[in-house]
């Protein structure tokens, strides 16, 4: 891997084009891009200049060129506080691959490596350096940088610091030390989910009150959003892959080791290359699966959450949720890990009511009352954006202030609106059998009531004599469970730990109850007319659009056999959509590459010959006669 500085070195003067300034020169012969996305320009030029920045973007968005080309521009050392080593490994890879000097200090590294590290930065060789916050508040690491010239800090995925977000770190807190012993060096906090909340709490934990917010749209046009009940988890999500992505890489979330390990082995018995990560798995195993995961072709990873920020892989073509996250901000987080090259990518979700009253429970499980709170809001807001009947992306944008007037047109409620159905009398006797069965009892037990079944545990307790018992035989014990779900997620039901998953009535049932209020509920599709209704929209082709299938599958195949040459992933030599661009353009000479986006000069001088002699066969081929 080049390590060497000496394209840093290049990049803030060439005489040869004095029309690019230094920040758009390194994201050209660096980064082998023409143009800044919108708002990376502003956040670069303000970092530049000493300034500090909060940034909020999207995943995929182009979150770390803002730090890496002011890292490149700027005189000194930049240091890059990331939480998870799979991430900082991958990233370091990823700026190697680019001819950046970079390099990362962790606990995965052999105690010599890491020695090495440290003589580079002595030497002032290392660009920007890669450490966990741990390493950082050494005390041995902070007499480091006392003796060098940094250049800035950067603080990546900055809402650990908040206690309200969904990925506290205690460790975040303490790096208000960098804005007290390093006064007058720059700091870029960068995330892709913080509410207000959790922007406040960011901008007060790390000092950044006078920091220039940078806030672009949280829009990804590429992913479309699906989220449908769970009737038989394992079935629907073996079907949607089948028949919409039997041939990519993804990931699923489950709750629980036992489930990722449960659901992992299921795909794998269905032919499926299925891998299970959570932080129970010894540490070489985690290691193999990460490292299968970022080079296998396709791959899916069955993961908790474990398996979250060290993800920088471009081309995970779906996300899938078999359990409820814990707030719009971790589903927004964990479904932005698909489509990070910007082609078409499915979030994919089942939910059902359990998942709501595990989370519930959870929740009131915990001891600071004020949190537990915050909690309960962020469960009511991801309940409403599971049972909504509007635009999906809609309700995710306007949950971080951001309004949009029309429909998406590629969500599942816009591309198949959902039947609703007056359900007020439905409501009013699930409502009334909860009441007349003393709110003791959970949601089977009450479908059987209402269905006049339960056998001898009904007649028991007596309550085959009640008025609700049999009421509702007519609907479905689905169709009951869809209306118990719904009641719990618009807030007229309840479930608390200390009754065992029972279900008890809120104020707000008293007029429902009364005959006050009317209430409309969505129609839950079979598992049939899902399927048929589903449609193939997500499914990506073996090539894309206008590509040829045998020139696509002939490039991919020399991609990896570079990757495998150079012991990298297949995405660190060119990204799907460099490749696509590369399967259009087909150049014949190295000037030409240079025209697609994602080639820079470091990568041209490694894979520039190999891709153009490639394509001069190619042609040479399609010239020749047939027989």
Known sequence: MISSPLLIQRCPVNTEDATLNPASQVLRDVFGFDQFRPQQADVIEHLISGEDALVLMPTGGGKSLCYQVPALVRDGLAIVISPLIALMQDQVGNLRQHGVAADCLNSAQTPEQNRDTLSRIERGETKLLYVAPERLLMGSTLALLDRVHLALFAIDE???????????RPEYAQLSVLAQRYPNTPRIALTATADQTTQRDIRNR????NARTFLTSFDRPNIRYRIEAR???VEQLARFLKDEHAEDTGIVYCLSRKKVEDIASKLADRGFNALPYHAGLAREIRQRHLERFLRDDPVIVVATIAFGMGIDRPDVRFVAHLDLPRSIE???QE?????????????WMVYGLQDAITHRQMIDEGSDLGQQQVERSKLEALLGLCESTACRRHMLLSYFDEVRDTGCGNCDNCLNPPE????????RMALSCVYRTEQRYGVNYLIDVLRGEGGDRVRRAGHDRLSTFGIGADITANEWRAVFRQLVALGFLRSESSRMGALMLNESARPLLRGEQRVQLRKDATPSTSKRRAGRGGKRAAAPADIDESLWARLRALRMELATVEDVPAY????DATLTELAAAQPTHLAEMLSVSGVGDAKLERYGDAFVGFFVEY??????PAD
Do not use: I, N
């Open 158 to 168: 900055c809402h650990c610091v908040s206690q309200w977000g969904h990925d506290f």
């Open 206 to 209: 790390l000092c950044l009150e």
């Open 231 to 233: 009737y038989k988890g």
């Open 330 to 332: 971790a589903y927004y």
């Open 335 to 347: 479904t932005g890990r698909a489509g990070r090259d910007g082609l078409p990518s499915t979030a």
């Open 420 to 427: 609703t159905w007056d359900a007020t009398d439905a409501a």
């Open 572 to 575: 660190m030599v060119f990204s």
């Open 619 to 624: 042609h040479r081929d399609q010239e020749m």
